[in-house]
C-alpha cells in the first residue's frame, strides 16, 4: 500500500455514477415497467454498460495506484498484501448474501438440484473462470435471486490474482509510448477478438450446445449462452479493461505532480466534451435496435466488453487530473460516502429490486408514470441505505481486523515511513475508492 498517495475523492464519487447506473439498469424495469418500453426508456435503462465497464477500469487505475510501487519494491510479500487486502475487502459481505440466498432457499424448500454443484465454485469465487451449464439456467442463473449478480466479483477477483504480474509489466515500461503502445496492443487484440467472436456466434454456441449442453442455447437461454459468456462474463474478456486501468493509472502517474498548464487545462477539456458526445453517441447506436444484424449488431455487441472503455479511461484520467464543475459536484462528501459504500450497495440492491417489484403498475398513463418513479426514486434511496449501513457495520471492521490479522508486517522504506504511520488509505472514510 502506498500510504503517501494523496486521496482521489473525485474518483471515489465517480464510483457511485457507475454503481447508479447499474442499480437504475436493474431497479427499473421492477419498479417503473412499461408495457412497451419507449426509445428513451431502454436508452436509459441500458447505462449498465457504461456502469460494469467503468467499474472495471477504475478498478485497474485504482490498484496501480495504490500498490504498484509497494510491489515493484517488495515483490512477493507486497503482493501477498495486496491479496489479503482484497479478500478482506470483498469476501466478508459476500458470504453473508451467499448465506443469506442459502437460508431463504432452504427454508423455502428452493433448493435447485445444481446447488451442491454450484456451491464450491461460488465459495472459491470462480463462478465466471468456467463455462458451466448445470441446471436449467448455467451456473451463474441456478442459485436464486442474488448470487447472480456477483459475477461481476467473481470476474473482479480474477484481475486481482493477476494484477502483480500485470503490475510488474507494466512496471518495466518506463516510456509513455511503450505504455500506450501497450494499450493500443491490448485494444487491438480485445476489438479483434470480440468482433471474430460476434460475428461467428451462432456457430459457437452450436459447439457449446453439442459438448457442453442445452443451456448454451440461446433460443431459451440467452442470458448464458456461451457467447454471451466468453464475452461478457468471463475474466478473460473484461481484463482488457482492467488492464487499460492500470495503463491510465501509470500515465497519470507520470505526471501527477506537474501543474496544469492554461493550454493543457483547454486541451483536457476539449478532450472531455468529444469523449462525452462520443459516449452518448455510440451508447445511442448500441441501443437502439435490439434486432440489429451484420455491423450494427457487432457495434452493439461491444457492449458486454470494452467498446466504452477508452472512454471511461478517459474520463477517469480527466476527474483525476483537471478540475471542473463536475469534479467538485464529485467531490462533494454525499457523493464520496455513497460512494464508498457501493460494493455493499451493489451486492443488496437485487434484494430491494425483488421487495419493490410487487404491485407496479405497468406505465400506461402519465400519472402511473409519476408514482412508478416514485417508486423507482425510494427503491434506489433503499440500496444507497442498505449499502451506507452494511458498509459502516460490517465491510469497515472485518475488513481491518482481518488485515490485522492477516497481513504480514513489512518495514517501509525511508521515505516512506512518516506516511506508514497514517491509517491505509483504504481505512480512512474518504479515500480513494478501491472496489
Request: glycine share 4%.
Amino acid at each position: 500500500m502506498q500510504a503517501d498517495k494523496p486521496t482521489i475523492r473525485s474518483l471515489t464519487g465517480l464510483r457511485f455514477v457507475a454503481a447508479f447506473f447499474v442499480l437504475v439498469a436493474h431497479l427499473a424495469p421492477k419498479a417503473m415497467p412499461f408495457p412497451n418500453p419507449p426509445m428513451w426508456y431502454t436508452q436509459f435503462t441500458s447505462l449498465a454498460a457504461e456502469g460494469m465497464t467503468m467499474f472495471f477500469v477504475l478498478s485497474g487505475f485504482v490498484m496501480y495506484y495504490n500498490y504498484s510501487e509497494s510491489i515493484g519494491r517488495d515483490g512477493l510479500k507486497a503482493a501477498y498484501n495486496f491479496w489479503v487486502a482484497r479478500f478482506a475487502r470483498i469476501y466478508p459481505m459476500y458470504a453473508i448474501i451467499l448465506a443469506y440466498q442459502f437460508i431463504v432457499d432452504y427454508a423455502y424448500a428452493a433448493l435447485s438440484s445444481a446447488y451442491s454443484q454450484a456451491l464450491p465454485y461460488y465459495l472459491l469465487l470462480i463462478q465466471t473462470w468456467f463455462y458451466v451449464p448445470l441446471g436449467r439456467y448455467g451456473l451463474i442463473y441456478d442459485v436464486g435471486m442474488l448470487p447472480p449478480i456477483t459475477w461481476s466479483v467473481s470476474t473482479e477477483c480474477f484481475f486481482y490474482l493477476v494484477f502483480p504480474l500485470l503490475c510488474l509489466v507494466v512496471l518495466r515500461m518506463a516510456s509513455v509510448r511503450s505504455r500506450v503502445t501497450l494499450a493500443a496492443v491490448c485494444a487491438v487484440i480485445i476489438c479483434t477478438a470480440v468482433t471474430f467472436l460476434s460475428l461467428h456466434q451462432t456457430a459457437l454456441n452450436q459447439w457449446a450446445m453439442e459438448h457442453l449442453g442445452k443451456v448454451g442455447d440461446p433460443s431459451t437461454q440467452s442470458q448464458y449462452s456461451f457467447f454471451r459468456w466468453l464475452v461478457y462474463f468471463s475474466p478473460y474478456s473484461r481484463v482488457f479493461e482492467f488492464i487499460l486501468g492500470c495503463i491510465t493509472a501509470s500515465l497519470y502517474l507520470n505526471i501527477a505532480r506537474k501543474p496544469v498548464s492554461d493550454g493543457e487545462r483547454r486541451t483536457g477539456h476539449a478532450i472531455l466534451t468529444a469523449t462525452l458526445v462520443s459516449c452518448a453517441l455510440l451508447h445511442f447506436v448500441m441501443f437502439s435496435n435490439p434486432n440489429a444484424a451484420g455491423l450494427l449488431r457487432v457495434i452493439t455487441d461491444f457492449h458486454m466488453s470494452f467498446g466504452f472503455g477508452p472512454m471511461m479511461a478517459v474520463l477517469i484520467f480527466f476527474f483525476a487530473r483537471y478540475e471542473s464543475f463536475i469534479k467538485r459536484f464529485l467531490e462533494c462528501w454525499p457523493m464520496v460516502l455513497a460512494g464508498e459504500a457501493t460494493y455493499s450497495m451493489y451486492l443488496w440492491h437485487m434484494f430491494v429490486a425483488m421487495a419493490v417489484r410487487w404491485e407496479a403498475a405497468p406505465v400506461t398513463s402519465f400519472m402511473i408514470g409519476v408514482a412508478d418513479l416514485l417508486r423507482l426514486a425510494v427503491a434506489i434511496t433503499m440500496c444507497v441505505g442498505f449499502g451506507l449501513i452494511s458498509w459502516q457495520f460490517i465491510e469497515v471492521p472485518t475488513r481491518r481486523w482481518l488485515r490485522s490479522k492477516l497481513s504480514i508486517k513489512m518495514q517501509p522504506a525511508p521515505a516512506l515511513a512518516l506516511a506508514s504511520k497514517a491509517a491505509s488509505a483504504e481505512d480512512r472514510p474518504l479515500a480513494i475508492n478501491k472496489r
